[in-house]
């Protein structure tokens, strides 16, 4: 069975920084490229960031740029993301997702359950 | 940016109803346009990818199409488990991916 895991939500405070795992089992991880989605209570998804396979290419959401960073490690099956300088406006539920990438179309699937990162003091 | 609307925003409707939801690009994204239903506090799940592909798994009341800008996710006897909110998402800039804001359909 496809499953991805998430770890490492909690509450912290602004300016503070957090570091999200995305625990990846039941496919080939290191022939995938995987996204971080994100979900502010009450709102609606919005992409945050993605990473080849082979993490050569890397690209992030405008609102996120220069403070978080995605990374993995194949060798671990496991997807990652360093969060720094967080705002309230990160207080959000994060999700990891698997890309799947068929004649020029990509999707995403499946959706790790989701960790909960609360921006506050 | 390519900017992705959907209208409604809600809608209430009865089991056994047929249900069109739709989602507009800001330009064209040829087929490039997926769908997906989430229930609360439950990660978004796949239902439609390239427009009119059904994923595996999918009952086949849901069916979706379009190209270009616009595009339709239809329901065509709704059921009990449907009530959610669908999210459509364009992979045509995949230096940005962007979903709609999401239309909630409950219960009439």
């Known amino acids: 069975e496809v499953q991805l895991v998430e770890s490492g939500g909690g509450l912290v405070k602004p300016g503070g920084s957090l570091r999200l795992s995305c625990a990846a089992s039941g496919f080939t991880f290191s022939s995938y490229s995987m996204n971080w989605v994100r979900q502010a209570p009450g709102k609606g998804l919005e992409w945050v960031s993605s990473i080849s396979s082979s993490s050569s290419y890397i690209y992030y959401a405008d609102s996120v740029k220069g403070r978080f960073t995605i990374s993995r490690d194949n060798a671990k099956n496991s997807l990652y993301l360093q969060m720094n300088s967080l705002r309230a406006e990160d207080t959000a539920v994060y999700y990891c997702?698997?890309?799947?990438?068929?004649?020029?179309?990509?999707?995403?699937?499946?959706w790790g359950q989701g960790t909960l990162v609360t921006v506050s003091s | 940016d390519i900017q992705m609307t959907q209208s409604p925003s809600s809608l209430s409707a009865s089991v056994g109803d047929r249900v069109t939801i739709t989602c507009r690009a800001s330009?064209?994204?040829?087929?490039?346009l997926n769908w997906y239903q989430q229930k609360p506090g439950k990660a978004p799940k796949l239902l439609i990818y390239?427009?009119?592909s059904l994923q595996s798994g999918v009952p086949s009341r849901f069916s979706g199409s379009g190209s270009g800008t616009d595009f339709t996710l239809t329901i065509s006897s709704l059921q009990p488990e449907d009530f959610a909110t669908y999210y459509c998402q364009q992979s045509y800039s995949t230096l940005l991916f962007t979903f709609g804001p999401g239309t909630k359909v409950d219960i009439k």
């Open positions: 997702a698997r890309d799947i990438n068929w004649n020029f179309s990509r999707w995403f699937d499946p």
């Open positions: 390239a427009a009119s």
């Open positions: 330009q064209s994204i040829s087929s490039y």
